[in-house]
């Protein structure tokens, strides 16, 4: 880290060139038409000269609507995104995009890198997305980049989310607002940014206070992030810190035969307290007339405290257990690239070349305690907690890679890209007492990328791209790996087997365009893995491990357009993804109406992968009253999809239903300072679900109360939040 801060004071002291505004910084002013192709610092590529269906939105888009989280503006407007409610509790939604997933939950085979300012943010252990600790008002822009990237790394099988934060020199001026509503909800959001000759400064901080929408539900979030900048017109430094302290609590997920009532718990209680320090730092410098030197650094821990209620199934004597675990994990890391950029003459050039180096290190510890159910399904200790898991892992990330883009003619642009990417992960058992936890595992491959856009008229752009990516296995599922040693999630591990890395490969054609005062575009593309890692139930719904299950596909098309016509606005969004399991394999899943008597499932070539909704689909329509007063209306759609466990497509309970949902937002400033604003979710007060698993009912006696002797199974469904009011007052200062 101390090296990338040197290389970007030095860089900044051997700045030659003046501009009237740095162009290596335009992400920081909230502006969508360009997109940043790498994650490190640098210029950026034209929208239109990205052979990708990228996706962006501004800090403005987030302001209309008031998100209670990043996940939640992209489940309403991004094509082919959906949202699943397997934890229960709406800061911490699993997000799927293209049929690959950014979650929580560890467990869940994660497919999307997620960025703040170019350092990443899934967490070490397990590549989850803990989504609560991004803050929404230190947002300037959003990318949501398909397909593997060469830059971007590790975990980008199917595409990588960027976000980039807010300056105060970009958003100069503050704002304060309070909002209140349904269901005990109370936030405030406070934010200041300021310049002065070259500095600047950007501070924003939320508290929210949520007792639920159901019973043993509430959250308690408070976030800070402040930014340093200091920028002239050939260089830029910015150090910023964000800082998080959440409590959210979950309601598990529910039987069908339960959801006459969905306020109620399944069990209770489950709380998970994350805690988070995140510093980076990004400095770029122009060296002469066409080069660019950018560079960056990261330091961020984050420590999760969770407790879970769950029924025993392992022939315990006691009926219940408490299982709490604490991850405690730290990353670090560096990059540093250099761009050629030759705008002159007949072929325009951009050639980038980086390198980069991360490390984490994690400590894991779980413990079991015995417990019994009381009448309303919350547990009663009946004795101390006992250690079940302690293990330390580190994992070693490095990667050099390189892009070039060219003008071959005319309207004809190449992209080339390649990227050489090495992780290696150690776990070590600290309890001495599993010494299979202890491995050593390497992982490394090339990963190419090409794309070709062609600017046909100017209406009218053609693109088509190939690449490639990689996700080794991380700890947490080395640790779980082993048929005969199944783990019971997220608490025990209890060997370290090998796996082989997850290997994507995409290929997306697409166009873009404009007709009057529409604007539109469309894209198909195909992602194929092999070696994909999923997890195997062991026939009890808490227990499981990780195998290569062969290979997966997940191809389709997206369709978007907007249209502005004096008062009125339009958005449309649609998404269709095809995913599929294609090689044949068995699974453990006892609680699927097909299983044999081993409690087996077989799985074949072509069999839908569940949890992932075929179609989705984003409707906004906004009018603007006057100046000072607008209304917006937005429908999610989502079509059925299948639950986990029923891998085969055959069980008995059949689909998650689709469902369609609506919601309001209406905004009035009757003074210039002053702003008034009411949203409304679930307007139509649909009852619906974003998620399913097979498992069993225990609490099938009279009342709902414990009987595992008349255990039966069932769909288990994530329930969507009902109807939801808030209103709220900001005021602005300059």
């Not at 300021?194 to 950007?202: C, L």
């Not at 529910?254 to 209680?269: E, G, H, N």
């Not at 998404?575 to 399991?581: I, K, L, Q």
Request: glycine share 10%; proline share 5%; hydrophobic share 40%.
């Amino acid at each position: 880290m101390r090296t990338a801060f040197a290389l970007a004071v030095v860089a900044m002291a051997l700045g030659t060139r003046a501009f009237a505004d740095n162009a290596a910084e335009v992400m920081e002013l909230g502006r969508v038409e360009v997109v940043g192709t790498t994650p490190l610092p640098g210029l950026g590529t034209p929208l239109a000269d990205v052979p990708a269906n990228v996706q962006s939105f501004g800090a403005d888009d987030l302001a209309r609507q008031r998100p209670s989280g990043i996940a939640s503006f992209l489940d309403r407007n991004a094509a082919s995104v959906s949202i699943g409610a397997a934890q229960g509790n709406v800061f911490q939604p699993d997000v799927s995009y293209r049929g690959f997933s950014a979650s929580p939950l560890l467990g869940v085979p994660q497919g999307i890198a997620v960025f703040q300012d170019g350092a990443r943010v899934n967490e070490a252990f397990g590549d989850v997305v803990n989504w609560d600790l991004i803050p929404p008002s230190a947002i300037a822009s959003i990318q949501l980049l398909p397909g593997a990237s060469a830059a971007f790394g590790p975990n980008a099988l199917g595409g990588a989310l960027a976000v980039y934060t807010k300056s105060g020199s970009a958003f100069p001026g503050g704002a304060a607002e309070a909002e209140a509503g349904s269901f005990g909800r109370r936030s405030i959001v406070v934010q200041h940014g300021a310049s002065s000759g070259p500095w600047d400064s950007f501070a924003t901080a939320d508290a929210i206070d949520d007792r639920g929408w159901a019973e043993h539900n509430p959250s308690r979030v408070r976030r800070f992030f402040g930014k340093l900048g200091h920028q002239t017109h050939a260089s830029d430094l910015d150090i910023a810190l964000t800082l998080a302290d959440n409590t959210l609590e979950g309601t598990q997920t529910l039987p069908v035969s339960f959801l006459d009532d969905i306020r109620k718990a399944y069990t209770w209680p489950d709380r998970n307290e994350n805690r988070l320090g995140f510093l980076t730092a990004k400095g770029s410098v122009f060296l002469g007339e066409n080069a660019l030197l950018g560079a960056n650094a990261h330091w961020r821990h984050e420590r999760s405290d969770a407790l879970a209620s769950n029924v025993s199934e392992d022939g315990s004597d006691s009926p219940a257990t408490n299982d709490r675990s604490t991850t405690d994990q730290s990353s670090a890391g560096a990059g540093m690239q250099l761009t050629f950029d030759r705008r002159s003459g007949e072929r325009p050039l951009r050639l980038v070349a980086g390198a980069s180096f991360d490390r984490s290190t994690v400590r894991f510890a779980s413990e079991s305690q015995p417990a019994e159910f009381t009448a309303d399904r919350g547990t009663r200790a009946l004795g101390d907690f006992a250690v079940a898991t302690d293990a330390a892992t580190r994992q070693d990330e490095h990667a050099f890679f390189a892009r070039a883009t060219l003008s071959i003619a005319q309207g004809w642009i190449i992209d080339l890209a390649d990227r050489w990417q090495e992780t290696r992960v150690r776990v070590e058992d600290r309890s001495g007492a599993d010494p299979a936890l202890d491995g050593s595992h390497r992982f490394s491959r090339a990963l190419p990328a090409a794309g070709l856009t062609w600017h046909a008229a100017k209406p009218l752009t053609l693109y088509g791209s190939y690449s490639e990516g990689m996700r080794a296995p991380t700890a947490m599922e080395l640790t779980c790996a082993d048929p005969g040693a199944p783990c019971k999630l997220p608490n025990e591990f209890l060997s370290d087997p090998a796996l082989a890395a997850v290997v994507s490969r995409s290929g997306e054609i697409g166009a873009r365009g404009h007709a009057g005062m529409w604007r539109w575009n469309a894209a198909a593309y195909r992602t194929d893995l092999e070696n994909d890692i999923q997890l195997v139930s062991s026939g009890a719904s808490t227990a499981g491990f990780f195998m290569n299950m062969g290979r997966t596909r997940r191809e389709g098309f997206e369709l978007g357009a907007t249209a502005h016509a004096d008062a009125v606005t339009l958005e449309l969004r649609y998404g269709y993804v095809r995913a599929t399991f294609r090689s044949d394999f068995v699974e453990a899943s006892a609680n699927n109406s097909t299983a044999d008597a081993n409690g087996a499932i077989a799985v074949h070539a072509g069999d839908r992968i569940p949890a992932i909704p075929a179609r989705t689909f984003k409707l906004r329509a906004g009018y603007s009253l006057s100046e000072r007063a607008s209304i917006d209306a937005s429908v999610v759609a989502a079509s059925a999809s299948y639950a986990r466990g029923d891998e085969n497509n055959r069980d008995a309970a059949g689909h998650v239903p689709g469902y369609a949902v609506l919601n309001l937002y209406a905004r009035w400033a009757p003074a210039r300072d002053v702003e008034l604003f009411a949203r409304i979710d679930n307007v139509l007060d649909v009852r619906y679900a974003t998620f399913g698993i097979l498992g069993r009912n225990f609490f099938t006696g009279p009342g709902r109360t414990f009987a595992p002797d008349d255990a039966v199974p069932e769909q288990f469904r994530g329930m969507g939040a009902p109807f939801g009011a808030w209103a709220g007052v900001r005021y602005a200062w300059r």
